[in-house]
Structures are given as C-alpha cells and as structure tokens.
C-alpha cells in the first residue's frame, strides 16, 4: 500500500515571522558589535602611530597649552601675557638665531655627522664683522663697505665649514672630533682678531649705526629665518641634494658603491651649515650693537637640541626642517614661559635636559624598527 506524500506548505503566523526578524537583527547587531571591539585594537595602533609620526607637534602643542596655563596676566587688562602680540613677536626674534643655526645642523646630523663649532662660527662672524665695520676706513663708498662686512664674515663661515668637510670626507676623521677642534681654535681665533675684547658698533652716526639700524628690527631678523627655512626645506625635499644626504646618512658605504658623490654632498653640507652660522653671527652682530668673541657659548647645544626634538635621527638618514623648526619653538616658547614665570635658569636648563631625553627616547622603538 502506498503512502500519499503531501506536500505541505509552510504557513508563517505573523508572530513567527517577527520572531525570525527579530533573530536576523540580533545575530547582526552581534557580529557588528564583536567587528567593532576587533576594530579597537585596529585603531589604537592607528593612533599610536599618528602620535608617533607627529611626535613634535603634538609636544608643541601641549607646551603651547602648557604656557598658556601658566602665563601670569597683564595688570589692569588680565590679558593672558603669552598670548600677547609682543610676547609673540618676541619669540619669533629670540628663537630666528637658533633656528638658523639648526637648519644647518639638520643636514649635517642627517649625513650622520655633527658639528660643535657653531657657537664660535657665530663668535667669528660677528667679531669679523664688527672689525670690518668699526677698524676698516675703505676708499670707496658706504654701500660696497657695507656690503662687505656682510660679505666677507659669510666667506670666512663658508670656509671653516668646506675644510670640515674636506677632512671628514677625505682623512676620515670623525665629526666630533674636527669640529671639537674647530670650536676650541676658531674661539681662540675670534679672540685673537679682537685682542680679547668686545667691538661695539652701532653707537653714532657711522657705518656700524648703519648696518645695525639695516639688520636689528624685528621684521627683518624673522623674515631671514622664515626664508632660510622655506629654502632649505625646498632644498631638502624637493632635490637630488636633499636626497643624496639623506641616502648618506642611511648608508654612507652604500651610496658610495651607488656612486653617489660622498666627498662633494659632505663638504657642501658642512658650508652650508657654516654660511647659515655666518647669518646668523651677522644678525646677532647687529641686534647686540657688538661683535664679541665669547657670544655663542653653548649655542651648539641648543642647535642640536632642537634638531634632535624636531624627530632627526642622530645616526642620519631620517628627518625634516619643518620637524626642526618645531623642535626651534619648543624650546624657544619653553624658555620664554620661563622667563615669564620667572624660574631660575638653572631649572630651565634642567627641564630642557629632560625634554631631549624623552625626545631621544621616543625616537628609539623607531630606529630599532628600521633597523630590523
């Protein structure tokens, strides 16, 4: 006997068919909500990264927030004192001889080098130009004489800097020690042009009051260190120079099996450092009304300083002059917080120690990432 099959349809009340929406919602609302909680993990590292990536900017933004904080106020108005537009524009003017002074540090570090002679670059410089300007009765007119003791301090500069390159390029003598000489024999050479003494200048109706009227306002000091940034970066990023030292300093034996021009990249990237140096000794020259061979002690230390907070690598081969000119502000609006603040120097310079620690320490998980 034969059994009928019958096909039966399956009829859904209304209430099984809500069940079963509901169901579909719920398992999705689950598989979304686990997506999300493995999305977490995803985007903290995001963030890490970002805030590793942008490492000094964010600490200038919260040293920015920081002086902001601790700003004391101006009397009768209660203006925040930091945010005032002199106490910017004073910034801007202390921080324009440094940051001058690290741009050019900035490639030489990127080559893998160093060079401890900037603070007695700039003592020559202004010396030699204060002696140009105050102890040289020239025969022609006032512009080729002012000219010169321009001129001529940045040829002086531009030279220490290509014999540094010279013998680190062709003795193979290490950065440190070159320009640890340099800084000790070029100190001694500004002293001896000067017979150890300060030369004013600027004080009457001369020359020197001519050249320190031309090169002492503010605007004029800012703008050289806004254009020497912007052509330096230009020349950093954008050109087979840039390249070049950044390959050096990542590999210096490599790119010469590359055939890269090692000795030219090193020398050129040491005279530049002393020609920046030399603007810099010129316009320390003019805003001071002295040229004096003990100025710019330590100055390499606050050049370093900032190269290596704007993210440099001190081993070469990875950095900007943008990251630079933020490690420039840092410690430019550090010290000026506490100036403000009226702290003792002798903490300023504590805190500024700490400061390059960390910054040195951040970049370390980096560099060992690189390296494997």
């Not at 977490?40 to 890490?48: E, N, Q, V």
């Not at 925040?80 to 106490?87: D, G, H, M, R, V």
């Not at 390959?247 to 034996?253: A, F």
């Not at 004096?292 to 990875?318: F, H, Q």
Request: glycine fraction near 10%; charged fraction near 15%.
């Amino acid at each position: 006997m034969l059994k009928k099959r019958h096909n039966r349809k399956l009829c859904l009340t209304p209430q099984m068919s809500w069940d079963r929406l509901r169901n579909r919602y719920e398992k999705d609302a689950i598989m979304t909500s686990e997506f999300k909680m493995k999305q977490i993990p995803s985007l903290f590292k995001k963030g890490t990264t970002w805030l590793k990536r942008f490492q000094s900017l964010t600490g200038l933004v919260l040293i920015i927030i920081m002086a902001i904080i601790l700003s004391p106020r101006q009397h009768g108005t209660g203006h925040i004192l930091f945010l005032t537009s002199e106490n910017i524009s004073d910034i801007f003017r202390q921080v324009s001889e440094n940051g001058i002074i690290a741009i050019g540090m900035t490639f030489v570090i990127l080559t893998s080098g160093i060079d401890l002679s900037v603070g007695s670059l700039l003592a020559v410089a202004a010396t030699f130009s204060a002696k140009i300007l105050t102890q040289w009765d020239p025969p022609f007119g006032q512009s080729l004489h002012l000219f010169l003791a321009i001129f001529l301090p940045l040829i002086l500069t531009t030279s220490f800097g290509t014999i540094y390159g010279l013998v680190i390029s062709k003795l193979k003598i290490q950065p440190f020690i070159i320009t640890l000489a340099g800084m000790i024999g070029i100190r001694g050479f500004a002293r001896f042009l000067t017979n150890n003494a300060n030369i004013d200048i600027g004080f009457g109706d001369d020359i020197s009051s001519v050249f320190a009227n031309l090169l002492s306002p503010k605007p004029v000091v800012i703008s050289t260190f806004v254009i020497a940034a912007i052509v330096m970066s230009i020349l950093l990023s954008r050109t087979v120079f840039g390249l070049r030292v950044k390959s050096i300093g990542d590999n210096s034996i490599g790119s010469r099996y590359a055939g890269l021009p090692v000795t030219k990249i090193i020398l050129l990237t040491y005279a530049l450092s002393g020609f920046l140096t030399g603007i810099a000794g010129i316009l320390h020259a003019a805003q001071n009304h002295q040229g004096s061979p003990n100025d710019g002690m330590s100055y390499e230390l606050d050049a370093i300083a900032a190269v290596v907070i704007g993210g440099t690598r001190m081993t070469g081969g990875k950095g900007s002059i943008l990251g630079t000119i933020i490690g420039v502000f840092i410690m430019g609006i550090l010290t000026n917080t506490f100036r403000l603040k009226g702290v003792d120097i002798n903490i300023e310079m504590m805190a500024k120690a700490i400061i390059i620690v960390i910054a040195v320490w951040l970049q370390m998980p980096r560099q060992g990432k690189n390296k494997g």
